[in-house]
């Protein structure tokens, strides 16, 4: 193992909206030297939110990446950072980063505690087995209580929070932090923003606060090792520093437990002691098992260990264009190494390419490099066709990595160019956006001939929208935002589809008898069944009519919605030796798939979104009757200090521009979020005036 391996640590930072994740990372950017002076979000002046539309905005939209080199204990170690968004619109960006980072720094708001997109980046952080550390950050704000949110952490997220640090102070007196492993108190110092710190001894008024938490963890680390239980008992100040990190590393990579430190970024507390933590507790690549893919030759499993000398793979996770070197594609090395100008196979698309240039990102700036080896985080300008997923690999050794699924966009608007001369450009500049993020998707109206663009919400619209008209330059018109309802079917009807076409030579002929219905439980998209007996249809026919239903379901029989799942058990039919051919049967089964959905009864379904609204006490009757009549299912109402929480979740259809609506309920105090969490079928008259838009009735 390389020290270059060991002394690397790939992290993200995560956290609902406001919960100063850009802000932390600033300050790792100014204590490790990256920046000169502090980059502020308020002010638009932060290094990572280098868009303009996240300067104007206040919030991140892309996820950023930078390296920098952090000394500890004498050692310097090289950290990787992504910055992730924290508005629910841009989660696709919190999951491509979980894919391929080690570990990740949880940030909470000492006021606001867990919250709702804490909850879905720590699913994810679950879902890609990803250590993390938590940090309650904000501790100087009014409200600020980090037992609180401790408590907060182990309810509503499930896991196990260790506390290694205690606040001294909170709210405008607070001072510092005692470290529960040194026992000792940290005090930082105003003038030089929080550079220089001062270690002393705890403060008389929190010995006991201090000795209670101290022995929970001291305790927590002997029960973990018997040699450090005898230790223990034989002396219970005998365990060192050592022992306690030791075995606190050991538990965070087991993912047994979080350890928990606080501080307040905004006014330069605690992010050394964060960056600590991080070296201390959080995996290098070697720690991490190694990665499993697939011989897309042989089909057989494969693993690649984090070294040097194995054969080179690596995963794209995002796409990027920049105005002055083109298309970047960020990628993690698992294994082996690249030089620039060398040759990878895209397994994805099995075509070779060429990667010109290498980089190491910081924000938007680039930093040549020559070679990037495994466990490494980096960039790549000049390949052709690269997309987010793909595995890039060694010609000899091909292997095809895990990908990364995304969630189907809810919304979306017609969008169409001002002048006829954009309408090439409105092309061009469409693929690129929709090759940067994969919860895009561009349609044409085969009706109206309108391009549809569809998201995961109306800021990320916004943002599309506003990027088409600075980035590129293009005036467009656009209509108001439009759900993505979907279709099912909800009965069962058998039917008979015999397609025949004669026009001089060689015709066309297919001939299926098939049951369709709704999709067992659990099942998305197409659940295909394949009943024919006796060879009635050649088995090289099937995937065409599995292939003609697929593509069927993209425009249902009600409104042209997609349909959203659906069974197709295909159970008899007939052929022609000379006229049937797989396009003939793909061709029927679009045909069957029509006439068989307008035999069966259809429903629209909606999206329905999960709703949280935090507002003062004064208000939770207005805003809940505000709600209902918006046809919200209330769950609970949640009290915290001076304010309320109310969850819900509430049909998509009905809370366009809600943020405006809320604003004036609660004279500017009210706050909300938004997350899609489920289909559900629409009422009878709501369904009914849908269609009938749809229709042009």
């Known amino acids: ?255 047994r437990i979080t350890p928990v430190v606080c501080g307040s970024a905004f006014k330069n507390k605690g992010v050394q002691n964060l960056l600590d933590a991080v070296v201390s507790f959080l995996p290098n690549p070697y720690e991490l098992p190694p990665i499993t893919g697939v011989n897309p030759e042989t089909e057989k499993e494969e693993t690649r260990k984090p070294d040097s000398n194995e054969p080179f793979a690596a995963l794209a996770f995002k796409i990027a264009t920049d105005p002055f070197v083109g298309r970047i594609a960020f990628f993690r090395v698992y294994s082996g190494s690249l030089e620039s100008g060398s040759y990878v196979l895209n397994a994805g698309t099995g075509k070779k390419e060429r990667i010109s240039r290498i980089f190491q990102m910081h924000a938007n700036k680039q930093t040549p490099i020559s070679m990037i080896e495994a466990g490494d985080i980096g960039a790549a300008v000049g390949f052709k066709q690269i997309r987010t997923g793909d595995t890039l690999c060694d010609e000899k050794h091909p292997i095809i990595l895990e990908s990364m699924s995304f969630p189907e966009p809810v919304i979306s608007i017609a969008i169409e160019p001002r002048t006829q001369d954009d309408v090439d450009k409105l092309d061009i500049a469409l693929g690129k956006l929709v090759e940067e993020d994969p919860t895009l998707t561009v349609r044409t109206d085969t009706e109206t001939g309108q391009t549809i663009l569809s998201g995961m919400g109306e800021l990320h619209l916004d943002i599309i929208t506003d990027r088409l008209r600075r980035e590129f330059k293009i005036e467009i018109n656009q209509g108001a935002p439009q759900v993505a309802y979907r279709e099912a079917v909800v009965s069962t009807v058998k039917h008979r589809e015999v397609y025949k076409k004669q026009s001089g030579g060689r015709g066309k002929f297919a001939d299926i008898e098939f049951e369709l219905g709704p999709a067992d439980e659990g099942t998305k998209g197409l659940q295909f069944i394949n009943n024919v007996r006796g060879g009635n249809i050649p088995k090289e026919f099937i995937p065409a009519i599995e292939k003609g239903f697929k593509a069927a379901m993209v425009n249902g029989v009600l409104a042209g919605f997609e349909v959203e799942t659906l069974k197709v058990t295909v159970l008899d039919g007939s052929f022609h030796s000379v006229d049937s051919d797989a396009l003939s049967f793909e061709i029927c089964a679009k045909i069957a798939f029509k006439e068989a959905a307008k035999k069966a009864k259809n429903v629209l379904l909606e999206p329905v979104m999960k709703c949280e609204v935090t507002c003062p006490d004064d208000y939770v009757g207005d805003v809940t009757g505000d709600l209902n009549k918006r046809r919200a299912v209330l769950e609970n109402i949640d009290a915290k200090v001076r304010y309320q929480i109310i969850k819900a979740h509430v049909p998509l259809s009905e809370m366009f521009g809600y943020v405006t609506s809320l604003r004036s309920i609660t004279s500017g105090r009210g706050t909300s979020s938004l997350e899609f969490s489920h289909y559900q079928e629409t009422p009878k008259e709501i369904a009914e005036s849908v269609i009938f838009k749809v229709r042009g009735y």
């Open 1 to 255: 193992m390389s020290d270059h391996l060991k002394y690397t640590r790939n992290i993200g930072i995560m956290a609902h909206i406001d919960a100063g994740k850009t802000t932390t990372t600033e300050r790792i950017l100014y204590y490790t030297g990256r920046n000169y002076k502090l980059g502020e979000v308020h002010d638009g002046t932060a290094t990572m939110d280098w868009m303009i539309q996240e300067q104007e905005r206040g919030i991140t939209i892309t996820s950023a990446a930078t390296t920098v080199s952090w000394e500890y204990k004498n050692q310097e170690y090289r950290l990787n950072i992504i910055d992730t968004p924290g508005h629910v619109d841009f989660t696709v960006e919190v999951e491509r980063s979980l894919r391929v980072l080690d570990g990740a720094v949880a940030v909470f708001c000492a006021v606001g505690g867990v919250e709702p997109q804490s909850e879905t980046v720590w699913k994810q952080a679950d879902k890609y087995m990803v250590p993390r550390i938590c940090f309650i950050n904000k501790m100087d704000r009014s409200g600020a209580d980090f037992f609180n949110v401790i408590n907060e952490i182990k309810e509503k997220l499930g896991a196990n929070p260790i506390p290694l640090q205690i606040p001294i102070g909170a709210e405008d007196s607070f001072q510092g932090v005692v470290d529960l492993i040194s026992n000792k108190a940290i005090v930082w110092d105003d003038e030089s923003k929080g550079m220089h710190y001062y270690e002393g001894p705890v403060p008389e008024d929190m010995l006991e606060i201090v000795d209670e938490y101290r022995t929970q963890l001291v305790e927590g680390c002997a029960e973990e090792d018997e040699a450090l239980m005898e230790k223990y008992f034989a002396d219970h100040n005998s365990i060192t520093e050592e022992e306690m990190h030791t075995i606190i590393r050991k538990a965070t990579l087991e993912m």
